[in-house]
């Protein structure tokens, strides 16, 4: 059974732009979550899909934001990149909301 | 006061030691996760715990509800285990998924 699947792996974008990331869950799964990961904050929750409804919303601005298809897979976005975006962003995908969770390898952002 | 606390931070130990990681959290919860991630890789879910005790292997993670209090431990411990071992909670009142503590860095040595 194929794991969770994130795409792209690296990425360098410049400030101001915006990028898309994309997630694949593990099949079967409905709920996807999504983290950033700075050496600084550590671990922190963006935001949670289920069925195509955001479920849960961390404390991110606006600039972030997701959506799931209705074949469960999730993209996020972030819109005019700063600097301080530049993270490790994780992926996970459960079966349902309330199940174990199964990390993706991340997207490696860095805005320069 | 972040709602999720680990400790040691940091853990230097020799190969065959027994280790423990401990992580006390402050809010109400559904379910305690203990989440693995060597250098540069990706992160590994080793437990989800509501209650009791489970064991993989060398692996064993224990939860006390009512103390709000969480441990992992690992027997015979090998330089492959060198990881950040962080853990998480999925909170019954916040709006988060999970809810992270600060992750607890293990280097064994040979």
């Known amino acids: 059974k194929a794991g969770v699947t994130q795409t792209p792996r690296y990425l360098i974008k410049t400030r101001g732009q915006q990028v898309t990331l994309s997630c694949s869950p593990i099949s079967g799964h409905r709920s996807v979550s999504w983290y950033q990961q700075t050496p600084g904050q550590g671990l922190q929750f963006l935001f949670e899909y289920f069925s195509e409804t955001q479920r849960n919303k961390g404390n991110f601005p606006g600039r972030f934001s997701g959506r799931q298809f209705s074949n469960s897979r999730s993209e996020m976005n972030v819109s005019t990149l700063e600097l301080g975006d530049s993270a490790l962003y994780l992926c996970?995908?459960?079966?349902?909301?309330?199940?174990?969770?199964?990390f993706g390898q991340g997207t490696r952002l860095t805005v320069v | 006061k972040n709602e999720v606390e680990q400790s040691p931070q940091n853990l230097t130990a020799q190969e065959g030691e027994f280790i423990t990681i401990n992580c006390s959290y402050s809010v109400g919860i559904s379910a305690l996760h203990w989440l693995q991630q060597h250098p540069g890789g990706g992160i590994v879910s080793l437990f989800m715990l509501s209650s009791g005790k489970k064991k993989h292997g060398r692996l064993i993670a224990t939860i006390n509800i009512q103390e709000k209090h969480s441990s992992l431990h690992i027997t015979a411990s090998h330089p492959r285990d060198s990881a950040v071992y962080t853990c998480a909670v999925t909170s019954i009142q916040g709006a988060q998924k999970l809810v992270f503590g600060q992750g607890t860095r293990l280097t064994i040595n040979p």
């Open positions: 996970a995908s459960s079966l349902l909301e309330s199940t174990e969770a199964f």
